[in-house]
Structure formats: C-alpha cells, structure tokens
C-alpha cells in the first residue's frame, strides 16, 4: 500500500483540542462517527462572525445584515459546489440529520396512504427508522425492512424483490454508523426510480469521508449534519431535488418561509426559504461553509486514502487480540471498528479506556436493530478521522490489551 | 455492625490504593463476588432503569432486615452495586433509609465514573431506598 502525502502533524496542530490531556493521558479521540473535532479556521470563523458582523439575516436594509446575508448566501453556494447540486436553492439549511430526516418524513404525509410501502433499510440509526414509523402510523402504510447479513452488508437480492409499485420511498444510510458499511447508494436509487420511488439518503456519516456527487448519485434527498465533518453542532443540510421541494408542504410556520401574510391566507416564500423558517444558524451556517473550505484543502481523496490506511491497520492489530470480534466486515467499509471480546462488556472496555484518555463510543449507537441481529447488548466503536495516528492505533490496541486483562 | 461503620469500612480500604488502576481492579474483585440474584428474580420488573448495562437488584425481608441480591452483565457496575449492597444490605429498612451515602463521593467512585455510569450509581442508590421505603411501610 502507498503511503498518503497527507502530513497528519500538521494537521493534527489546527485542532487545538488534541493537545489535551485526558485523566493525565494524552487525548486520543477515536469518537468521530458521534462528532468530529472542529479546526482553528472554524473556530475563527464562528469568533469572527460575533465579534464583527452578527446581525439578523435576509430582511436587514443595513450594512451588517447584508454582510452576514451574504457569508450565510455564500456557505450555501460552498454546500452546492461541494456535492455538485444543480441549484443552490436545492440546498437547505436545517438543525443537523435528524431534523433533515424530520422535515421530509412530515412532508411525505401528503403523498403517503394506506396500502403504499416505505422501505427502510436494517442497519438504520433510530432518527431514520423513527420518522417513518411515525408517517406509516399516521398515514396507514407499511413499513418494510431490507434486510443484511453477517458482514453487515444490505441483502440486494432481496431488496430488488421488495420493490414494487406500492413502493412510494426508500431510506437508506450511505454509511452506517454502527458498522460503517458503505452501502451501493447508487444502486439502490437506481433501482427505486425503475418502481417510481422516491430515495432519501442519510449521509451523515458518510460526508466526512466521501464527497458525494449529488447529480451521479441521483438520490431524492440527501442529508449532512456539520458537527460530523469539522463544523459546528446544531447544523446541517438537506439536499433535496427542486421538483420535490416544491411538492413538499412546509414543515414549520414562522418568519423566513412566507411570501405574504394576511389572515386568509399565506403564501409561501421561493425555495430554499420556504423550509427556512425563523432566524437560522447563522454563525453555525457560515462555519459549516468554513469546515468544507477546510476539508477540501485537505482533499477528499487524501483523506480517504489516508483513513484507510487507519483502519487496515487497526483491524488487522486489532483482530490479533483473542476473542476479539469485529462486527462489520463490509467489503466497503469507512474508518469505524464496531468490535466486542468475548466475555466482556462493552461498556466495561470504555470504562477503562477512557481511563487511559481514549475516548471510543460504547453501547448500541442508536442502532439496536443491529445489536438485536447480532444478539449483543452492543459494542466498542472506535472512529476514525484524517486527524488521527498509527501511534493512537497502537494506544487504542495496548488499552483494550489492558482491559482485557483486567476484565477477564 | 452499622451502616455508617460499614461506610467507614469502605472509604478506609479503597484509601489504600494509590492509582485508579488498583482501585478498579478492587471494583472488579468486589464484582466478582457479589451476592447474585436467583435466576427467578432477574426479571425485567427488577432491570434499573438509568444504567447503560443491565442491573437487576432483587430485595426481601428476613426478620427485619432487608437483605439485597444483585446481578450486571457488566463487571465493573458488578463491582459499584457489590460496594452498595455491602453497605446497605443485611440492615433494618428506616436505617437504609436514613443512611447518607458520603461515602460515594469519599472513595472517589463518582468522579472516577463517566457521567451515564454515575447517573446509574444514582439510580441504584434510589432503588435500594425504595425497596427500603415499600418494606418499611409494610413493617409500619
């Protein structure tokens, strides 16, 4: 395998939260499927906003609302450009995934009704299985379930025979973030569309690592939360194609979203605003354009290669401890280990983990649909990102050595 | 011997270790020999709820003493709830009541557990003073 040119000490000296120690032990970070670690640029950026041009967006005649209009108007166009979406308008600003997730789950309740399908997929986070089960409740259709195998890798077989005219939307991660599947995106679209169905693509956990091209992917939606990819928390973006934007009623009332208001009636603003409603984020807006902006100095490619690299060298260390097992063995995989060792409690391997100042996640990652295929209470994920090192590796492994000595 | 003296008891032996190591591996020990409950009692009525691992605590009246039994599939929240049964379990139920639980604090369990394991700490405290309460009353 070639070496990246990815110069990770460099890198590693914009993240001013990685010179921390943790319980006396120099931090390594191994929880970046939760949240990612936010560089000084975005830091700068989010300071610079407040300490010179906070000021309400859109309506504002005066100087400083337009300045900010225009950073907020501008980090759109960087979310456009960066997953190659036709318009900007098709760009929404939202909370984060979850209220992406929401947004159109609520929407779809116009189109949905008794006797239609909605498929999900089985390795799911709970914020894409919930919505929908609320809309199936609510609307009377069904909800069907694609299933995986022990690899942890989505059954294609048996999702093209699920497929049918009653099929009306298809939900799916790009990436897992339990498993860190990657999952054939563009297949499963593909597929869909042949039934006249609409796809919603969950890519939260995906957008750290691959740069989506939204019109090769062909997908209805497509949702990000910053806070995974070196933005702020409480910011995200729904991509959706113009046409069913226009179709979808507004998820909420407020200032923003309407073009005129009497007490008959309302009408609604253009696109993107009509989902816009209330002051945004504007700050966590603006970073998020930041966080990209800094991302791609990097490369995507350089990145991808590069946490490669991290996670062949992990599994293969890691898989040399006895009784260790990893769940998720995806031919296409992200930077995540999900992994258990006989005998032990995940939650008691963190426990002494992060007395060794790693912090890696345990329990079910909001995916117990998974936990319950696999029969476990859940497992110890550790998370890569293009900030970490081989040596952390090597850590991580020497501490779950010791945890297993100790349990045992 | 008294709550409060099984208490001191506690805070003085975990005194004795220098590192947070020692001290788990204490905790881990401790687990291991914790009190387990009958198979029959480890029903989803006797999980606590507010820990992340599942604990199952069973409590009954012998002569008027309350005597507790406990189970986790996780060893080191084994260990905390060994640490608690010990000290409340085996005592009339107003004094379980009554106890105060400094002692936590004192061996350094709470600062040593992450902030889901020391709302389950919590959680534990609170379901052994509620069996306590429910026995008490039924004593009353």
């Known amino acids: 395998m070639t070496e ?35 560089p000084q640029q975005v830091i700068d950026t989010i300071g610079h906003y407040y300490q010179n041009y906070n000021a309400n967006i859109h309506r504002g005649v ?10 907020y108007e501008q980090a759109r166009i960087k979310i456009q450009k960066h997953f190659n979406i036709r318009e900007s308008h098709e760009v929404i600003f ?35 299985i919930v919505p929908w089960q609320i809309l199936c409740e609510r609307t009377g259709a069904e909800l069907k379930v694609i ?17 049918s005219e009653k099929t009306k939307l298809v939900f799916c991660n790009h990436v897992s973030n339990a498993l860190g599947t990657i999952n054939p995106i563009k297949e499963i679209v ?10 919603l693509v969950d890519g939260a956990q995906a957008a750290p690592h691959i740069k989506a091209d939204m019109q090769v992917l062909d997908a209805d939606f497509y949702t990000v939360s910053a806070h995974k990819m070196c933005g702020p928390t409480g ?44 002051t945004p984020n504007i700050a966590g807006g603006i970073a998020f354009g930041a966080a990209l902006d800094y991302m791609n100095g990097i490369g995507f490619e350089n990145i991808a290669q590069y946490e490669e690299e991290l996670l062949q060298y992990a599994t293969v260390a890691l898989t040399k401890i006895e009784g260790l097992k990893i769940y998720g063995e995806a031919s296409q995989k992200a930077a995540v280990v999900s992994f258990n060792i006989r005998g032990i409690h995940p939650y008691d391997i963190g426990t002494i983990l992060d007395k060794l100042g790693i912090a890696v996640r345990t329990g079910h990652h909001c995916a117990q649909p998974i936990m319950d295929f696999y029969q476990i209470p859940g497992t110890v994920r550790a998370s890569f990102s293009f900030y970490n090192t081989k040596e952390e590796v090597d850590l991580l492994v020497e501490g779950v050595k010791r945890a297993r000595t100790m349990l045992l | 011997m008294s709550i409060q003296d099984i208490q001191d008891g506690i805070v003085d032996e975990f005194s004795l270790f220098d590192d947070w190591m020692e001290k788990y591996e204490h905790m881990i020990a401790l687990g291991k020999s914790l009190p387990l409950i009958a198979d029959a009692f480890k029903t989803d009525d006797n999980i606590i709820k507010g820990c992340q691992s599942k604990v199952w605590v069973h409590a009954e009246l012998n002569d008027d003493k309350l005597i507790f039994t406990a189970d986790s599939d996780a060893i080191i929240t084994k260990g ?54 429910a026995y008490q009353t039924q004593l009353n």
């Open chain 1, 62 to 71: 005066h100087f400083l609302s337009q300045e900010a209009t225009n950073a």
């Open chain 1, 235 to 278: 910011v995200g973006a729904l991509y959706g194609k113009e046409e069913w934007l226009n179709k979808l009623p507004p998820y909420q009332g407020g200032g923003e979203m309407i073009a005129e208001v009497t007490f008959e009636k309302t009408t609604y603003a253009d696109l993107p605003h009509k989902f816009e409603a209330g």
């Open chain 1, 190 to 199: 593909d597929a869909a569309h042949a039934v006249g169905a609409a796809v």
């Open chain 1, 94 to 128: 939202t909370s984060g995934t979850t209220d992406a997730i929401n947004l159109v789950a609520n929407g779809f309740g116009s189109f949905v009704k008794k006797g239609d399908q909605v498929l999900v997929s089985a390795m799911e986070h709970h914020s894409n």
């Open chain 2, 80 to 133: 905390i709830i060994a640490i608690l049964i010990r000290a409340f379990s085996n005592q009339k139920p107003q004094d379980i009541i009554d106890a105060n639980t400094d002692f936590i604090d004192e061996i350094g369990l709470k600062e040593h557990l992450s902030p889901t394991r020391a709302n389950g700490l919590l959680s534990m405290v609170k379901q052994l003073k509620l069996y306590a309460i």
């Open chain 1, 4 to 38: 990246t040119f990815l110069d990770v000490h460099s890198i590693r000296k914009d993240f001013p939260i990685l010179a921390r120690e943790v319980n006396g032990k120099p931090l390594v970070y191994f929880d970046n499927a939760a949240t990612s670690q936010t």
């Open chain 1, 147 to 163: 299933p995986m195998n022990q690899n942890g890798e989505l059954v294609m077989e048996d999702y093209h025979e699920l497929l």
